[in-house]
């Protein structure tokens, strides 16, 4: 049973583009969403994360937007770079360590 | 600031055959964790610890022991390896408690059952 759906799978965009990757969640006694970036052959990253108390984060390039009645969460990814290219996961956790991540995103940014 | 080292990188085994993953921390975390990553899955929980000699089980633990005698160190065994161990292994840690939730994860162990 997955608790954290994300989608899409892979997503294509040119440079420039504002990618947007999508995840729902199951368990509302999540209280810390974070999302990952994993480049091939590395560990995941943790990018930002956000607390459902709010509804937007920002930290440079990257906004995570979250909907607590509607239990969803997205990561924007504005003015995207090829250096931007690959797999991002969403993830949930209601205790340190136990995160309960989503099937990723394979992001690929065209010059 | 060698941060979470996972040994092997690569490892090949046989079905039956067992080993050790080693994972250990120079961060002093209290909090460390095993995923596995296999393709379309993202990562899923197999064992944590919360501090040395504390640990619980994940989502997919069946197959895995894992022991915590000190702070820096969090090996993952697997008994008698099956093709379905095929997988790629994180091992993670954080601190523990209200001090962040960053959790940092090595560079990953890549497992073979033949």
């Known amino acids: 049973q997955q608790q954290v759906k994300q989608s899409p799978q892979s997503l294509i965009v040119q440079k420039g583009g504002i990618p947007i990757i999508n995840c729902a969640y199951e368990?509302?006694?999540?209280?810390?969403f974070p999302w990952y970036q994993q480049f091939p052959g590395k560990g995941p990253a943790l990018l930002i994360a956000?607390?459902?108390?709010?509804s937007e984060k920002k930290e440079g390039r990257f906004t995570i937007s979250f909907n607590k009645s509607a239990k969803q969460f997205s990561l924007h990814i504005m003015d995207s770079q090829p250096g931007d290219s690959a797999t991002y996961f969403c993830a949930a956790s209601i205790l340190k360590p136990r995160l309960t991540f989503g099937e990723g995103t394979q992001l690929t940014v065209n010059p | 600031n060698a941060g979470v080292t996972q040994t092997p990188k690569f490892q090949v085994l046989k079905t039956g055959q067992s080993m050790t993953l080693q994972c250990a921390q120079d961060m002093n975390h209290e909090y460390m964790s095993w995923y596995r990553q296999d393709p379309g899955m993202g990562l899923r929980l197999i064992h944590y610890?919360?501090?040395?000699?504390?640990?619980d089980q994940g989502e997919v633990p069946n197959g895995y022991n894992v022991s915590r005698s000190t702070t820096e160190d969090f090996p993952l065994r697997l008994l008698s390896a099956a093709p379905s161990q095929t997988s790629v292994y994180f091992c993670a840690s954080s601190w523990g408690g209200a001090r962040g939730n960053t959790i940092y994860f090595g560079e990953g162990s890549w497992l073979t059952v033949v």
């Open positions: 368990n509302t006694a999540f209280d810390y």
């Open positions: 610890s919360v501090g040395a000699g504390i640990t």
């Open positions: 956000i607390r459902p108390d709010v």
